[in-house]
């Protein structure tokens, strides 16, 4: 097939990429960057353009008329970013991406969009305030793409604006398909991680999401810090298992995934971000650490200290996977502690050396040094 992959040198896009050319597919790369694809850059079913998608005029309809099935995967996609620039995540998020879909609405060409299990928002139980019986129950928590209703917050927590510009763009393929026969999929991805989710803290200003930031912590010695307390709960799912239910996906047999949403997730890997934080702890402690480097301290923090004013979180997400297992007979693998495991593993051999000047500057060394 020939594929043009939007967002194809980001953390899902970079993988993927890996896949569809491994597959034999012709793949048309176009993000901002190509660092994160830089092994396939020269193979020659591969053609990379470096492009902002928001710019006026830049080739988007002569691509989608060239191309057999289009994967749209551009987004602001970490929490921080949604509490500082609210209107460019919208904007990003919905107007851009509408665009994309109206083009491939315009020539009837398929369309693979990646949502996200945000949509979902909170459970009931985080919204009865205690008020409900066995408030533990994980069927609250179990979100059903076609049946589970959605619960955000108010305007003034406006991390929303990320679950509800996905929504509504959700909610537009809908009604393409409704009253144009349009043939789009949705993705709503459950907490994918793996190697090269996020650019850690010292490479960039941004935000990343909780993976990096704690590895962040662990090769610099630095606070792993706890929203919150660190009591929301999260599904992480292995970046590999994620690849193969979208790989089915792409391929599409026999139509199963047309105008069809899918949750993409690994229901028993629930963890609370704590024990997350203490699980990434002890294997770095075991399996990574540098002799007489101390291993960080989990301190809480609030959601207004770390985030800033506008923060609000999903307490709790399971995905229930039945409609990828029965359609495209997928199974996620990976269990929590080989995904946390096998993903700390690259950024410690990737990062480490970058990081060694820093670690003298950290007080034992200080302190070492100066009593000499
Ligand atoms: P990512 O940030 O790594 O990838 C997004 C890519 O889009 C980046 O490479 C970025 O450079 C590119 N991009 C952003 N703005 C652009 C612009 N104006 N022009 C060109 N390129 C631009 O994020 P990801 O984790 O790979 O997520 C991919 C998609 O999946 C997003 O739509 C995200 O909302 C969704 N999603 C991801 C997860 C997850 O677990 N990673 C979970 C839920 C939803
Ligand atoms: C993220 C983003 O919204 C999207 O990329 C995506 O839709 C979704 O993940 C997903 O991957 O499925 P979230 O899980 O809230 O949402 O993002 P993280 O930044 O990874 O935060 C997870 C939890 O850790 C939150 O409760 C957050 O408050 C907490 N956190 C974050 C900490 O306790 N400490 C930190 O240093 C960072």
Known sequence: MNIL?????????????????????NVVAVDYYDDKIKEWIGHKQLTVIKQDIREETWGLSELVQESDLIIDLIAYANPGLYVKIPLEVFRLNFTENLKIAQICQKFNKRLIQFSTCEVYGKTPTSILNGHILDPDNPSYAKFGEDTTNFILGPVNKHRWIY???KQLLERVLHAYGIEHEFNYTIIRPFNFIGPRIDYLLNE???VPRVFSFFMDALLNGTQMKLVGGGHHRRCYTYIDDAIEAIYRIVMNPNGVCDREIFNVGSPENEISIRDLANTMRD????EFRQDGIPLPEIVDVSPEEFYGKGYEDSDRRIPDITKAQTLLGWEPKWDTVNTVKTTMSYYVHEYRDLYEDQLWKHDIFQKALTSE
């Open 283 to 286: 294997i770095y402690s075991q």
């Open 204 to 206: 960039t200003d941004g």
């Open 5 to 25: 992959c939007l967002g194809a040198a980001g953390f899902i896009g970079s993988h993927l990429t890996g896949r569809l050319l491994s597959e034999g597919h």
């Open 163 to 165: 679950a509800c510009a």
